[in-house]
T-cell receptor, first 114, second 112 residues
Framework: NAGVTQTPKFQVLKTGQSMTLQCAQD?????MYWYRQDPGMGLRLIYY???????DKGEVPNGYNVSRLNKREFSLRLESAAPSQTSVYFC?????????????FGPGTRLTVL | SQKIEQNSEALNIQEGKTATLTCNYT??????LQWYRQDPGRGPVFLLL?????KEKRKERLKVTFDTTLKQSLFHITASQPADSATYLC???????????FGPGTRLSVLP
C-alpha cells in the first residue's frame, strides 16, 4: 500500500510556463483534495473532488484547474505559472461517511516559480 | 468573516511537561474537528477527531477537548518527549462546504 503518491517532488518553473502535478491513491477513497501550504498560512484548499466525475472549487482556485481522471487519480494544472504560485502543494484523499474521515496526505510537491 | 486560529506560531516546553495547544474558530459550525501532526518536509498525519457533541477524546498521551460555546478546541500532550516536536494543525469540517479548513499550525519544540 503506497497510500497517496505525488509527482514530481520538486519543480522549478519560469513565469508563464505550464505544468501538471499528479496525484494517485490506492486506498479506494472517493474524495480527493489539493492544498497549497505557505509559511504562516497553513493549508489552503485549492480544489476538491467528492467523488469520481465531480470537482469543486476551494478557497483559492484562481490560476488552477483540476481533473479527476478516475477514482485513483486527481491532477492539478497550472496553465500559466506566476511567482505567487510558489508554494508546497499537497494532495490528500479520504473516505467521507466513515467515522473518522481522516485525510491521508501525500509527501508534497515543492514548486518554485521564477 | 470566517477564521480559524491557533494560539501561537511556536511553543517551547520542557520534556515531561504537558503541552497545550489551542484552536479557535469564528463563523463556522463544524460537524467535527481534527488534529494533525506535520514533520518538516512531510505531509500532515491524522491524530484525533472530536465531534461537535463530544466534550473530550483521548488516545494514549493525547487528549482533545471541544467547546462549541467558546468555539475552541484544546489539544494536550502529556509527559511530552523530544520526539513530539513537530507542527500541529487543527482542521474543522463544516457541513456547508463539505470540506476541511485548516488552522495555520503551532510549531511545538520539546526541550530535553
Amino acid at each position: 500500500n503506497a497510500g497517496v503518491t505525488q509527482t514530481p517532488k520538486f519543480q522549478v518553473l519560469k513565469t508563464g510556463q505550464s505544468m501538471t502535478l499528479q496525484c494517485a491513491q490506492d486506498m479506494n477513497h472517493n474524495s480527493m483534495y489539493w492544498y497549497r501550504q505557505d509559511p504562516g498560512m497553513g493549508l489552503r484548499l485549492i480544489y476538491y473532488s467528492a467523488s469520481e466525475g465531480t470537482t469543486d472549487k476551494g478557497e483559492v482556485p484562481n490560476g488552477y484547474n483540476v481533473s479527476r481522471l478516475n477514482k485513483r487519480e486527481f491532477s492539478l494544472r497550472l496553465e500559466s505559472a506566476a511567482p505567487s504560485q510558489t508554494s508546497v502543494y499537497f494532495c490528500a484523499s479520504s473516505e467521507m461517511g466513515l467515522d473518522y474521515n481522516e485525510q491521508f496526505f501525500g509527501p508534497g510537491t515543492r514548486l518554485t516559480v521564477l | 468573516s470566517q477564521k480559524i486560529e491557533q494560539n501561537s506560531e511556536a511553543l517551547n516546553i520542557q520534556e515531561g511537561k504537558t503541552a497545550t495547544l489551542t484552536c479557535n474558530y469564528t463563523n463556522y459550525s463544524p460537524a467535527y474537528l481534527q488534529w494533525y501532526r506535520q514533520d518538516p518536509g512531510r505531509g500532515p498525519v491524522f491524530l484525533l477527531l472530536i465531534r461537535e457533541n463530544e466534550k473530550e477524546k483521548r488516545k494514549e498521551r493525547l487528549k482533545v477537548t471541544f467547546d462549541t460555546t467558546l468555539k475552541q478546541s484544546l489539544f494536550h500532550i502529556t509527559a511530552s518527549q523530544p520526539a513530539d516536536s513537530a507542527t500541529y494543525l487543527c482542521a474543522l469540517f463544516h457541513n456547508y462546504g463539505q470540506n476541511f479548513v485548516f488552522g495555520p499550525g503551532t510549531r511545538l519544540s520539546v526541550l530535553p
